[in-house]
T-cell receptor
Framework: AQKVTQAQTEISVVEKEDVTLDCVYE???????LFWYKQPPSGELVFLIR??????QNEISGRYSWNFQKSTSSFNFTITASQVVDSAVYFC??????????FGAGTILRVKS | GAVVSQHPSWVICKSGTSVKIECRSL??????MFWYRQFPKKSLMLMAT?????????EQGVEKDKFLINHASLTLSTLTVTSAHPEDSSFYIC????????????FGPGTRLTVL
């Protein structure tokens, strides 16, 4: 069965600090997809990244970067030089092909100025 | 592209009334739509999966007579909360997946339901 664990319930940082959000997943399938979403106070889910199980390349997008390691079943998300606007709840999610999307519990990120 | 809308964005109703929430895919055909429920400070919980033209598949513990789902067209799904009670108050989010073969869901902005 699919499972996503985000062990960090809440993280507080000061602006300009780097912060890493952890995500560990479980799946029996060899084909699966991993996602990160941001949920600001407005509630709308903002898609950040999608990664398939065959692509272990790390990705960087501006201040955001993702580290996918199949050996440890982890898909961690790093924000460099955090800003107040990064404050939100971040969800990691997993879907096995054709199956439902399973979300982690989420990590609340608070960036203080 | 891949925009999903929800209406209304928020609704307040009296206990015992029914509330309908619409989910529309604006620029693509959604063969499958999903309905999630999110309690405050909690994660998203899948309630049901609906494929156009067929009955919805409900997750364990979700009352199908309480949460009626209709997916009558490739761009519209509705969730009706029947005889709503205060415990039904929640944030309801829909998502849609197209037939492109890419396994990705596009999320609506959510509907906040408050039952008095």
């Amino acid at each position: 069965a699919q499972k996503v664990t985000q062990a960090q319930t809440e993280i507080s940082v000061v602006e300009k600090e780097d912060v890493t959000l952890d995500c560990v997943y479980e799946t029996r399938d060899t084909t699966y997809y991993l996602f990160w979403y941001k949920q600001p106070p407005s509630g709308e889910l903002v898609f950040l990244i999608r990664r398939n199980s065959f692509d272990e390349q790390n990705e960087i997008s501006g201040r955001y970067s993702w580290n996918f390691q199949k050996s440890t079943s982890s898909f961690n998300f790093t924000i460099t030089a955090s800003q107040v606007v990064d404050s939100a709840v971040y969800f990691c999610a997993l879907t096995e092909y054709g199956n439902k999307l399973v979300f982690g519990a989420g990590t609340i990120l608070r960036v203080k100025s | 592209g891949a925009v999903v809308s929800q209406h209304p964005s928020w609704v307040i109703c009296k206990s015992g009334t029914s509330v309908k929430i619409e989910c529309r895919s604006l620029d693509f055909q959604a063969t499958t739509m999903f309905w999630y429920r999110q309690f405050p400070k909690k994660s998203l919980m899948l309630m049901a999966t609906s494929n156009e033209g067929s009955k919805a598949t409900y997750e364990q513990g979700v009352e199908k007579d309480k949460f009626l789902i209709n997916h009558a067209s490739l761009t519209l799904s509705t969730l009706t909360v029947t005889s709503a009670h205060p415990e039904d108050s929640s944030f309801y989010i829909c998502s849609a997946r197209g037939a492109s073969g890419i396994d990705e869901q596009f999320f609506g902005p959510g509907t906040r339901l408050t039952v008095l």
